[in-house]
């Protein structure tokens, strides 16, 4: 066979159009290909089987890297597995697209800014929000993350700042949490020993709230400090009229101040209206120990055993127990019965907060458990 010069020609030609082909049928076997497993995708995540969804979604994004929604949608998914670090980049990817239209690009924003606020990452949730502050669709959301990162990170003025733009902007109540935040500066300012800042602060405190406690009890810790028990009891008063619950707490300190005073029958009125008005094992307990240290063994002991006539506890009995037996150490039948009910009253119960349950052995102003602010309630809850 005679060999032709066009062959030379005509065989590089045929081969690129196989090549062309075999890219132009794989195409079209992806664009097939994608619905079915973009579906696919939807099917198992109704099925509650996420990773296997992940799987299809990744797919789908591979074949069709212009796929916005989806990309938002992996986000998500990703954010909502803990998979921080992996969200962070889907979010990053289209941040980083030139053609993303602005609303898609603030979404991005936004829910990059929600994975780093997940995993810890706090300067960068804020950078990402503050980004964000202009857009009128995402902005009090934002101020709502910014106002949570900066009481995570004790930045307490730029939380007092954006909790009063919330009350302007959202017409939200922050009133409460604002005079924490002012308590807070107090706090850090009772630590470089800057009490008269630590009193002003209180004070803006008290203007914001008018029921905050926890100022007029930090207060008059301030006065006494200062050598002052006749202001820290006028503070510390007024802790009863706004709400009588919190008396326990500081039932300790005012009888110290009364009898600083030299008014021991001032301390006994108080420590009276407690019983009265707050009963509970902590209210006797704090009771019982203040009239021990001022009235002697055999008030205390009266003391609780006109307790136990009028709220009988297995608590009260076994303090009364325990008197008798310091009384009587060799009284092996009471020996007996005092050990066998300590068990049942070792126990002082712990506080709780009302939003989320979440138990602490102190009291606490802000919960751990949900950041809730003043949601603990200042009687022990027994176990
Ligand atoms: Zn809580």
Same mark, same amino acid.
């Given at each position: 066979?005679?060999?032709?010069?066009?062959?030379?020609?005509?065989?590089?030609?045929?081969?690129?159009?196989?090549?062309?082909?075999?890219?132009?049928?794989?195409?079209?076997?992806?664009?097939?290909?994608?619905?079915?497993?973009?579906?696919?995708?939807?099917?198992?995540?109704?099925?509650?089987?996420?990773?296997?969804?992940?799987?299809?979604?990744?797919?789908?994004?591979?074949?069709?890297? #212009?796929?916005?929604?989806?990309?938002?949608? @992996?986000?998500? /998914?990703?954010? +909502? !597995?803990?998979? &921080? $670090?992996? *969200? %962070?980049?889907?979010?990053?990817?289209?941040?980083?697209?030139?053609?993303?239209?602005?609303?898609?690009?603030?979404?991005?924003?936004?829910?990059?800014?929600?994975?780093?606020?997940?995993?810890?990452?706090?300067?960068?949730?804020?950078?990402?929000?503050?980004?964000?502050?202009?857009?009128?669709?995402?902005?009090?959301?934002?101020?709502?993350?910014?106002?949570?990162?900066?009481?995570?990170?004790?930045?307490?003025?730029?939380?007092?700042?954006?909790?009063?733009?919330?009350?302007?902007?959202?017409?939200?109540?922050?009133?409460? #949490?604002?005079?924490?935040?002012?308590?807070? @500066?107090?706090? /850090?300012?009772? +630590? !470089?020993?800057? &009490? $008269?800042? *630590? %009193?002003?602060?209180?004070?803006?405190?008290?203007?914001?709230?008018?029921?905050?406690?926890?100022?007029?009890?930090?207060?008059?810790?301030?006065?006494?400090?200062?050598?002052?028990?006749?202001?820290?009891?006028?503070?510390?008063?007024?802790?009863?009229?706004?709400?009588?619950?919190?008396?326990?707490?500081?039932?300790?300190?005012?009888?110290?101040?009364?009898?600083?005073?030299?008014?021991?029958?001032?301390?006994?009125?108080?420590?009276?209206?407690?019983?009265?008005?707050?009963?509970?094992?902590?209210?006797?307990?704090?009771?019982?120990?203040?009239?021990?240290?001022?009235?002697?063994?055999?008030?205390?002991?009266?003391?609780?055993?006109?307790?136990?006539?009028?709220?009988?506890?297995?608590?009260?009995?076994?303090?009364?127990?325990?008197?008798?037996?310091?009384?009587?150490?060799?009284?092996?039948?009471?020996?007996?019965?005092?050990?066998?009910?300590?068990?049942?009253?070792?126990?002082?119960?712990?506080?709780?907060?009302?939003?989320?349950?979440?138990?602490?052995?102190?009291?606490?102003?802000?919960?751990?458990?949900?950041?809730?602010?003043?949601?603990?309630?200042?009687?022990?809850?027994?176990?």
């Amino acid at each position: 066979m005679e060999f032709e010069l066009w062959y030379l020609i005509v065989v590089p030609l045929l081969f690129a159009a196989g090549w062309w082909c075999r890219g132009l049928d794989q195409r079209q076997r992806e664009n097939e290909q994608k619905p079915g497993t973009y579906y696919r995708g939807i099917n198992l995540l109704l099925n509650d089987q996420p990773d296997k969804a992940i799987d299809a979604f990744i797919e789908v994004v591979k074949l069709d890297p #212009e796929t916005i929604e989806l990309h938002h949608a @992996l986000g998500n /998914l990703f954010s +909502r !597995r803990g998979e &921080f $670090d992996r *969200a %962070v980049r889907i979010h990053n990817h289209l941040l980083n697209r030139e053609d993303l239209p602005q609303e898609e690009r603030s979404l991005a924003l936004f829910e990059l800014g929600n994975d780093y606020l997940k995993a810890g990452i706090y300067d960068r949730a804020e950078e990402s929000f503050k980004r964000l502050l202009k857009e009128p669709k995402y902005r009090l959301e934002t101020m709502r993350a910014l106002l949570k990162i900066y009481c995570t990170e004790k930045e307490w003025e730029s939380a007092i700042s954006m909790a009063n733009d919330l009350e302007k902007q959202a017409g939200e109540n922050h009133q409460a #949490e604002i005079g924490h935040f002012y308590c807070e @500066l107090a706090s /850090l300012a009772i +630590r !470089r020993k800057d &009490f $008269d800042k *630590a %009193v002003d602060l209180l004070n803006q405190a008290r203007q914001v709230d008018r029921r905050s406690v926890r100022a007029l009890i930090m207060l008059g810790e301030i006065a006494m400090k200062a050598g002052n028990p006749e202001n820290a009891l006028r503070y510390w008063n007024k802790v009863e009229s706004v709400n009588a619950e919190f008396l326990p707490l500081i039932m300790t300190q005012m009888a110290q101040a009364y009898e600083q005073l030299g008014q021991h029958d001032q301390a006994m009125n108080l420590i009276q209206r407690a019983l009265d008005d707050q009963p509970s094992a902590e209210t006797v307990s704090i009771a019982l120990s203040l009239i021990e240290k001022t009235e002697g063994v055999d008030s205390a002991r009266a003391m609780l055993r006109e307790e136990l006539k009028r709220r009988p506890t297995l608590w009260t009995y076994e303090k009364l127990a325990q008197m008798r037996l310091s009384a009587n150490p060799q009284d092996e039948e009471l020996k007996l019965l005092t050990s066998l009910l300590k068990p049942y009253v070792n126990n002082p119960g712990r506080y709780r907060c009302a939003h989320c349950g979440f138990q602490a052995k102190g009291f606490q102003w802000l919960c751990p458990g949900c950041s809730s602010w003043g949601s603990y309630s200042p009687k022990r809850q027994a176990e």
